[in-house]
Every structure is written in structure tokens, then in C-alpha cells.
């Protein structure tokens, strides 16, 4: 058990890392435009432009920033019911049949495959 080989699946760390992702998401999500409140606060036109256009390219990508955490958060859950899915199909084949045909199972010479 370990050996060359060997693939072990930490569902907790996936579990922990999918949560972290929707996390980081909500922060993303949350923040506040404050590009107005700065551009009156300063003299300058050229700075109250400038403020203005960086927070406009900052909106965009921080838009984009979430869509690609929430498809990374959505992924990582997918992966977690795909082994655990094909972790059972196997353990349920070494119940029925013996430890022989869940090891060709196992090294893809059998009939369960991840969906």
C-alpha cells in the first residue's frame, strides 16, 4: 500500500481548498468601488481621470477574477464526487469479486472509469 503508483486522494484538502476558493470569491465580490469618493477627494483632472480609468479596468478584471474562482471552486467540487464515485465503484468490486479484478480496475484494464 503506497507504493510506485500509488494515487491517494486527500478529500478533506480538496474539500478545504474548494472552500478557500469560495471565499476568496466573496472577497473579490465584496469590494467596494471607492474610485468616486477618491476623484472628488483630488485637484487634479488628469489624477481624477487616471483614478477613474484604473478603477474601470480594475472592476473588469476583478469581474473576470471571480467568474475564474468560482469555475476553479466549482471544478474542485467536481472532483471530490468524482473520486469519491470511482473510490466506491472500486471498493464495491473488492467486496463482490475479489482484490484481483479491483486491481485491474484500478490500473484501467477494468470497466470503471471516472465520469
Given at each position: 500500500?503506497?507504493?510506485?503508483?500509488?494515487?491517494?486522494?486527500?478529500?478533506?484538502?480538496?474539500?478545504?481548498?474548494?472552500?478557500s476558493l469560495?471565499?476568496?470569491?466573496r472577497e473579490?465580490?465584496?469590494?467596494?468601488?471607492?474610485?468616486?469618493?477618491?476623484?472628488?477627494?483630488?485637484?487634479?483632472?488628469?489624477?481624477?481621470?487616471?483614478?477613474?480609468?484604473?478603477?474601470?479596468?480594475?472592476?473588469?478584471?476583478?469581474?473576470?477574477?471571480?467568474?475564474?474562482?468560482?469555475?476553479?471552486?466549482?471544478?474542485?467540487?467536481?472532483?471530490?464526487?468524482?473520486?469519491?464515485?470511482?473510490?466506491?465503484?472500486?471498493?464495491?468490486?473488492?467486496?463482490?469479486?475479489?482484490?484481483?479484478?479491483?486491481?485491474?480496475?484500478?490500473?484501467?484494464?477494468?470497466?470503471?472509469?471516472?465520469?
Amino acid at each position: 500500500m503506497g507504493g510506485p503508483g500509488t494515487l491517494k486522494v486527500d478529500y478533506a484538502e480538496l474539500g478545504e481548498s474548494a472552500s478557500s476558493l469560495a471565499a476568496i470569491r466573496r472577497e473579490f465580490e465584496g469590494i467596494d468601488d471607492a474610485s468616486d469618493a477618491v476623484k472628488h477627494a483630488v485637484c487634479s483632472r488628469d489624477i481624477a481621470d487616471a483614478i477613474e480609468e484604473f478603477a474601470n479596468n480594475w472592476d473588469r478584471h476583478r469581474g473576470e477574477l471571480v467568474e475564474a474562482l468560482g469555475k476553479l471552486e466549482e471544478a474542485t467540487r467536481s472532483a471530490i464526487e468524482t473520486w469519491q464515485a470511482t473510490d466506491h465503484k472500486v471498493g464495491s468490486s473488492i467486496e463482490q469479486t475479489g482484490s484481483t479484478q479491483a486491481q485491474q480496475i484500478v490500473h484501467g484494464h477494468g470497466a470503471v472509469h471516472p465520469s
